[in-house]
């Protein structure tokens, strides 16, 4: 982590992917961010993957470097701390990020504003129009189901979704964007407001921005799913002699050139490209015949191994990468290791040893700290009571008493 966010602090109310993540983003760059829970947990606190014993490596993925506050916030003494949390006075506070329905009640932004003016709230809805929506139902309606797979078979075109919740990702990314853009307008102007994304937007906005809807309006055709294939490009998947897959990617001249050079298949590609007529310098005369080149490159991938192949690519041009399993990725890859700054190892309470990884962005003004672990459900309940709402120990003890806070509470 870093501490370039230092002195900003965010409380979160928050579940799933998005949300969390955009505050786990500015943790790990500084932020003082504040997860507050129901006391038994959320409804995230269980989400698998998990552990042999039951414990959730997903949650404690998406809060590393979090503070944690357990408190039912369904009685009115809770929501009044928690008010008092989110509004409380001091530059860089009054920063209140969820995902939740925030509309009414003691957690909208009108109520929380009678506590500070300058407040600072984002929202994150499903959609813009206020239905609900998640990641997956997102994609269904974004078209990408429909371009994943290979649908050159007979018959109607069947949607594949993907695993990874890509929408999810980048709208927490933009979430913490939200985040910074209006601390930063509250800094200049004096004024707070309340900020509103979808997860909808953010797909709808990144299927626009590479073109997909523009096509679909401009050209009247549904592009349909061409497996591994690269669109516009030449890009395909190959296996091994040894039974390895490797996805070879061709993005320049310069690349093709290459490819060619080391495998010595530029006489029989040459003749594929005469006998159809086209110009394999041009980067879509490749992919029009991406079957067609992808013959002698399968060929010559099967007679060797995964190594042969990386010892005849190594310090050459060639853009490639073996597909590995997560286990093999582990195993093989690197990058994805201490060796890598990025990459930690840390104790988690409960699960053991094993590797996390910080930010992603490198500061060259900062240097790189470890991650920190996430933290129990409930561990920083009193710190937070205490030393942020000034509370008495007489006080807490009252609250812990009425079930109104507890922690830390073990999740099963």
Avoid at 227 to 247: I, M, P, Q, V
Avoid at 316 to 343: H, I, K
Wanted: aromatic residues 8%.
């Amino acid at each position: 982590m870093f501490k370039i966010l230092e002195g900003l602090r965010v409380v979160e109310s928050s579940a799933f992917v998005a949300c969390p993540l955009g505050g786990m983003t500015l943790a790990q760059l500084g932020a003082d961010v504040i997860r507050f829970d129901p006391i038994r947990g959320g409804i995230d606190a269980r989400r698998w993957p998990i552990t042999k014993n039951g414990k959730s490596l997903y949650w404690v993925g998406l809060n590393k470097g979090k503070r944690s506050l357990a408190i039912d916030a369904s009685k009115p003494e809770g929501q009044e701390l928690l008010g008092e949390l989110i509004a409380a006075p001091g530059a860089g506070k009054g920063i209140f990020s969820t995902n939740l329905r925030a509309d009414k009640g003691w957690m909208s932004y009108g109520e929380l504003k009678k506590r500070r003016e300058d407040l600072i709230m984002v929202n994150l809805l499903g959609s813009s129009d206020g239905t609900s929506a998640v990641d997956y139902t997102v994609n269904c309606a974004a078209g990408f189901p429909f371009v994943t797979g290979n649908h050159h078979a007979e018959g109607p075109p069947r949607p594949v979704n993907h695993v990874l919740p890509a929408w999810d990702a980048l709208a927490g990314v933009n979430l913490a964007l939200a985040i910074l853009a209006a601390e930063r307008h509250r800094r200049l102007t004096g004024e707070g407001q309340l900020v509103r994304l979808a997860l909808s937007d953010i797909a709808f906005a990144i299927t626009g921005h590479l073109g997909f809807i523009q096509e679909a309006q401009i050209n009247q055709e549904d592009r349909k799913g061409y497996g591994n294939y690269l669109y516009g490009a030449y890009g395909s998947a190959f296996e091994t002699s040894d039974g390895r897959w490797l996805y070879i990617v061709v993005v320049t001249g310069y690349m093709w050139k290459e490819l060619l050079k080391v495998t010595g298949l530029g006489d029989a590609i040459g003749a594929i490209a005469a006998r159809l007529d086209l110009d394999f310098r041009k980067e879509g005369d490749r992919f029009l015949a991406s079957e067609e080149i992808s013959v002698p490159i399968r060929a010559w991938c099967a007679q060797r191994t995964l190594g042969e192949i990386e010892a005849t690519f190594k310090g050459t041009g060639v853009c490639w990468g073996p597909y590995r399993t997560f286990r093999q990725m582990l195993a093989e890859d690197p990058r994805v290791s201490t060796t890598n700054p990025m990459f930690s190892e840390l104790e988690q309470p409960g699960i053991g040893p094993y590797l996390v990884p910080g930010s992603p962005i490198d500061f060259g003004a900062f240097s790189r700290e470890p991650p920190r672990r996430a933290p129990l459900l409930g561990e920083h309940t009193d710190e937070i009571l205490s030393q942020d709402l000034g509370l008495s120990n007489s006080e807490i003890g009252r609250l812990r008493a009425a079930g109104v806070v507890a922690g830390p509470v073990e999740v099963s």
